[in-house]
């Protein structure tokens, strides 16, 4: 008989295959919008299992505490200032419509009082492009735009960590615990590399898929494999202008 396919395991949400709670320290989020503007101390610099930013630990009272991305500059002992009238440095929090155009911004909300939601990965940074009287356009990494409401919060600064990935992994264990981190399979093999009982791309004298590699979107489980409903698929024909 064979296996299930690692899709179909991964499908039923077994704790394999679960992004482990284990090393999570707390929700990160900003602390509770007030009209005045207020002043934290970063109480620490913590490393969260599955976050590739280090955090910030904010003392907003005796006993509690708030975590947040850290920007690139920030120490123990600093003090971050939340509120309209915050100055424009790395660390504090500000609506959108209190920061000048062009400044780098991060860890974004989408929504008024969300705590953050977008540009929040090691070394993620955000532009602030113009303000508008419908909403603030923002120009996220990736080069794309979208528009947010003047109300919502964003960080001043890009946040920390941004050369995590210029190391590279020198074993197969790093991966693996730096996927399994974050509930990913690690390490995946080829479908063409398996037999056919545990994959429709398995079997043969050659590795080579031996049908066509697009399904249908209601293909069922097991055979939902390769490019799903893809419109088209290989190279770009060049067109030539004689």
């Given at each position: 008989m064979g296996k299930r396919l690692i899709s179909q395991r991964r499908g039923k949400g077994g704790i394999h295959y679960r992004a482990p709670k284990k090393g999570?320290?707390?929700p990160v989020h900003f602390p509770i919008?007030?009209?005045?503007?207020?002043?934290f101390k970063v109480l620490n610099i913590l490393d969260s299992r599955?976050?590739?930013?280090?955090?910030a630990q904010l003392e907003i009272s005796v006993g509690k505490f708030a975590h947040i991305p850290a920007a690139d500059g920030l120490i123990v002992g600093s003090e971050v200032e939340m509120g309209p009238s915050s100055e424009i440095k790395a660390g504090?929090?500000?609506?959108?419509?209190n920061i000048p155009e062009g400044t780098v911004i991060s860890n974004i909300e989408l929504r008024q009082g969300d705590g953050g939601k977008i540009v929040r990965s090691g070394g993620g940074s955000a532009s602030l492009f113009s303000l508008t009287p419908t909403g603030a356009i923002i120009r996220l990494p990736s080069g794309k735009s979208m528009t947010i409401g003047l109300k919502c919060r964003a960080m001043i600064g890009r946040i920390a960590g941004w050369g995590r990935t210029e190391k590279p992994f020198m074993r197969a264990g790093g991966a693996f615990h730096n996927f399994k981190s974050r509930g990913k399979h690690y390490p995946r093999v080829r479908g063409v590399a398996m037999a056919s009982v545990h994959h429709p791309h398995g079997g043969g004298r050659?590795?080579?898929?031996?049908?066509?590699?697009?399904?249908?979107?209601n293909a069922p489980p097991g055979r939902k494999v390769g490019s799903i409903a893809?419109?088209?698929?290989?190279?770009?024909k060049v067109r030539r202008i004689r």
């Open positions: 999570v320290i707390a919008p007030t009209l005045e503007t207020v002043k599955g976050a590739s930013a280090p955090l504090n929090i500000l609506p959108v419509e050659h590795q080579h898929p031996g049908k066509s590699t697009t399904v249908s979107r893809a419109r088209k698929t290989g190279r770009a």
